[in-house]
C-alpha cells in the first residue's frame, strides 16, 4: 500500500507541474521556483512531516523535498549560529545533492557527444 500512496501522491505533484506548463505561461523556472518555494510553506506550516508520513518517497522525491530541506537547513543553522544561519543554513543542508547533481551532470557532459537541435 506505501508504495501506491508514494506513487499517486508524487503523480499528482508532477501533474500539478504539468498542468502549470501547459495551462498557464509560466516557464519552467518560475515553475521550480514555485515548488520549492511550496516546499518551504509547507515546511514552516507543519504540512510537510504528515504529508512524507503518509506517502514516503512519493513526497520526498520532487523538488518540494529540497524546498524543505532548505527550510530545515535554516532553521537548525539559526537555532545554533543566529542571524548567520539564515544565510549558511539551506546551502549546508543541501551542499551534498548539489554537488552530486554537479558532478554527474559533468559526467554526463563529458561521456555524451550532444547533437545539434536544427
Keep these: 500500500m506505501n508504495y501506491l500512496w508514494a506513487f499517486l501522491v508524487g503523480g499528482a505533484i508532477c ?7 501547459d495551462l498557464t505561461k509560466l516557464t519552467p523556472a518560475r515553475i521550480l521556483v514555485i515548488f520549492v518555494v ?3 510553506v509547507l515546511s514552516a506550516l507543519g504540512i510537510w512531516e504528515p504529508l512524507v508520513d503518509f506517502a514516503g518517497a512519493g513526497a520526498t522525491v ?3 523535498g529540497f ?11 539559526v537555532a545554533q549560529h543566529g542571524f548567520t544561519g539564515i544565510f549558511t543554513g539551506g546551502l549546508s543542508a543541501c551542499s551534498c545533492g548539489v554537488s552530486a547533481s554537479l558532478i554527474f551532470g559533468f559526467i ?11
Excluded at 110 to 118: E, G, H
Design 15 to 21: 501533474v500539478v507541474g504539468q498542468l502549470l506548463i
Design 108 to 118: 554526463a557532459a563529458v561521456v555524451t557527444k550532444s547533437k545539434s537541435q536544427s
Design 38 to 40: 511550496s516546499g518551504v
Design 62 to 64: 520532487p523538488i518540494l
Design 67 to 77: 524546498g524543505h530541506t532548505l527550510a530545515q537547513g535554516v532553521e537548525k543553522a
